[in-house]
């Protein structure tokens, strides 16, 4: 299983990015995505999440009504697009696949991680 995290950078506070994670080796149809992010000196946090059929998305309370999570099956990707950015966003975004077709929200969940793309918000 492969997943590789792209389209971070260098934004200013109230941009937009769309951050996009290929994935390759699994079923991806049939599995449940998700986001997390990690800024600097702290933990890494769940952001957002999708079932297999996009059905059914959740977020994290500071990004909900910002941010939109969405998939294309026929591409094996997944999205995060990201409106009204702040600095507080600034992290490395990291996405993760779980062995099941359920969204999750704990990183125990997810058994396949990317690499992660540094998302830089400037105020």
């Known amino acids: 299983v492969q997943l590789q995290a792209s389209g971070g950078g260098l934004v200013q506070a109230g941009d937009s990015l769309r951050i996009s994670c290929a994935t390759s080796?699994?079923?991806?149809?049939?599995?449940?995505m998700g986001w997390f992010r990690q800024a600097p000196g702290k933990k890494r946090e769940f952001v957002a999440t999708?079932?297999?059929?996009?059905?059914?998305?959740y977020y994290t309370e500071s990004v909900q009504g910002r941010f939109t999570i969405s998939r294309d099956n026929a591409k094996n990707t997944m999205y995060l697009q990201m409106n009204d950015l702040k600095p507080d966003d600034t992290a490395v975004y990291y996405c993760?696949?779980?062995?099941?077709?359920?969204?999750?929200?704990?990183?125990?969940?997810?058994?396949?991680w990317g690499q992660g793309t540094l998302v830089t918000v400037s105020s």
């Open positions: 999708i079932d297999s059929s996009g059905s059914y998305r």
């Open positions: 080796g699994l079923t991806f149809s049939s599995t449940g």
């Open positions: 993760a696949a779980r062995d099941s077709a359920y969204y999750g929200y704990m990183e125990s969940q997810f058994d396949s």
